[in-house]
């Protein structure tokens, strides 16, 4: 396969084969640990070749802690755009969760004429490009996160989905406890240090006041997606785009109005976060810690 690079600093894109005839599943985790991301164009696989790719990568995982997955295939969400599965808000899938997944596998559907792209910023490189004093400031610090229907179903989401559907949605969300991740996390395989705040469930940062910790991931968030460090692909219906969701976070781009688009993914069960100092992601027990 042909491996060439998409940015200076991330993502390849890999070309040649068709992944559906079988692909070495070491060699392309090594390879989407390298790049955090490779893309795939003109694969069209159906959704059981999906769920096989992801497969190769490691254990897919149920579609979503909350969303149902497709009837068929337990392990896919379906994302359309006319169901409210816009995503418009820069995430890290499932950090709500004490173990978020290691990668996702996003397939194009249907795409439309103009629009629609994804964006994926590369949180590894944007903790490398930190100054010193920043990176020592934060590699002990700690962060809530929790799911918000608004992550994925906009503001407000009642316009999107059923007004029952919104409420069942809300109800189960609240039923989620919050979690506590390390703000920068350890990855697993490289070993490197990699940003793990993300505005989709980040809540605040634990043991800051609302004015400290608001100002301070505003920052490493538009430090984390200066234009240096995203990646924008341009979809065509049939593409594969596999990330590496401990070393990137991405944004759906909704300027596609009322045109049709829909996505599916595969997520793959990943290991408990960790930080420089060695302190490991927990459900929060206090619920003092989780008030925002
Ligand atoms: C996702 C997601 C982005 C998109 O599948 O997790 O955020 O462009 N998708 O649909
Ligand atoms: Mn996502």
Redesign the pocket.
């Known amino acids: 396969m042909l491996l060439t690079p998409i940015t200076g600093t991330f993502g390849a894109e890999l070309s040649g084969e068709r992944v559906a005839d079988g692909i070495d599943g070491a060699w392309l985790s090594r390879q989407l640990v390298d790049h955090r991301l490779l893309v795939l164009r003109d694969q069209h696989l159906t959704h059981a070749q999906q769920v096989q790719l992801a497969r190769e990568l490691g254990e897919p995982t149920p579609a979503h802690p909350v969303v149902p997955g497709h009837p068929d295939h337990p392990e896919i969400?379906v994302?359309d755009?006319a169901q409210g599965?816009?995503?418009a808000r820069w995430?890290t899938?499932?950090t709500f969760m004490p173990a978020p997944p290691a990668a996702?596998v996003?397939v194009?559907d249907v795409m439309p004429a103009f629009g629609?792209?994804?964006m994926w910023a590369d949180t590894r490189t944007a903790y490398e490009r930190l100054s010193p004093a920043v990176q020592a400031a934060i590699d002990t610090l700690e962060a809530v996160h929790r799911i918000s229907p608004l992550a994925y179903w906009g503001e407000p989401f009642d316009t999107a989905l059923g007004r029952d559907d919104a409420q069942r949605l809300f109800d189960d969300a609240a039923k989620v406890p919050p979690v506590i991740h390390p703000v920068v996390r350890v990855h697993p395989v490289t070993g490197r240090k990699n940003l793990f705040v993300n505005p989709g469930f980040t809540t605040h940062i634990v043991g800051m006041s609302r004015i400290e910790s608001d100002g301070l991931l505003r920052l490493l968030y538009e430090h984390a997606t200066q234009p240096e460090l995203v990646l924008r692909?341009r979809?065509r219906a049939g593409d594969v785009v596999i990330w590496d969701n401990r070393a990137t976070m991405?944004?759906?781009?909704d300027d596609y109005g009322a045109a049709q688009?829909c996505?599916?993914?595969v997520?793959i069960r990943g290991t408990t976060p960790v930080g420089p100092s060695g302190a490991e992601s927990r459900l929060v027990t206090d619920p003092l810690v989780s008030v925002r």
């Open positions: 969400l994302l755009g599965g816009r995503n995430h899938d499932v996702s996003l194009g629609g792209d994804t692909h979809w991405h944004y759906a781009v688009r996505m599916r993914r997520t």
